[in-house]
């Protein structure tokens, strides 16, 4: 059983699509996560959210958005993709501050 | 603010030892240790929360001086499996692990 799932596992798109990706956990977690790694290996978080709050870090663009249909999902919708947007994008989520458990990754790359 | 991390990379033979540090400027709630292999997730080695206490996990074992704001992150013995790129986490008040904020990582690399 896959803890956290994300897919696809890559998204090849034209710049100015919009594109989703896809979270899914089993664990029971009440928080979940979206982090982008460029190709530094930088580890970067974009949103973290639970069933009361979703917390953005501010220098993400608001192209991007986070959409959770229940618990056990976080969506990731990036609208106008553009060049720099290339990268991998972890899932990933927790309980409360507890272990963070990631998906896999969805390697985005945008011509 | 992110964590920095050193060195940043280093290559060792299978056996010997190695050390990466993680400081802050802010002062630290808990620190989080994370290996990522190439091409995969980062995977949890362990949190260490403020009390400066040390934990061990196998032969991997960290410290968090909490006054410095500082971690360390020992492998003794290495392995080959120790390879990777080692990021360490920081919380900087409690609650706010929903916003760790990753160093740059270290690359490790055992050679056999």
């Known amino acids: 059983d896959t803890a956290v799932s994300q897919t696809p596992k890559y998204l090849v798109t034209q710049m100015g699509n919009d594109k989703s990706i896809k979270c899914e956990q089993n664990?029971?977690?009440?928080?979940m996560y979206w982090y982008k790694q460029d190709s530094k290996k930088f580890l970067k978080i974009m949103f973290s959210?639970?069933?009361?709050?979703?917390?953005i870090n501010e220098t993400v663009p608001n192209r991007f958005s986070p959409k959770s249909p229940d618990k056990a999902h976080l969506n990731l919708h990036i609208n106008s993709l553009e060049l720099g947007d290339s990268a991998v994008y972890f899932c990933?989520?927790?309980?409360?501050?507890?272990?963070?458990?990631f998906g896999p990754g969805t390697r985005l790359t945008v011509l | 603010q992110q964590p920095v991390q050193s060195p940043q990379a280093v290559i060792l033979r299978e056996g010997e030892d190695a050390v990466i540090n993680c400081s802050s400027s802010?002062?630290?709630?808990?620190v989080h240790w994370y290996r990522q292999k190439h091409g995969e997730a980062p995977v949890f080695l362990m949190i260490?929360?403020?009390?400066?206490e040390q934990k061990g996990h196998e032969k991997i074992s960290a410290s968090f001086n909490e006054k410095k704001q500082q971690s360390s992150l020992y492998l003794t013995a290495s392995q080959l499996s120790y390879s990777g790129t080692y990021f360490c986490?920081?919380?900087?008040?409690?609650?706010?692990?929903?916003?760790?904020?990753f160093g740059s990582g270290t690359q490790l690399t055992v050679l056999p």
């Open positions: 990933a989520s927790s309980l409360y501050v507890d272990t963070q458990y």
């Open positions: 664990l029971g977690h009440d928080t």
């Open positions: 959210y639970n069933n009361k709050e979703l917390i």
């Open positions: 802010k002062a630290l709630y808990s």
């Open positions: 260490l929360l403020k009390g400066g």
């Open positions: 986490g920081t919380e900087t008040a409690f609650g706010s692990a929903r916003q760790l904020t």
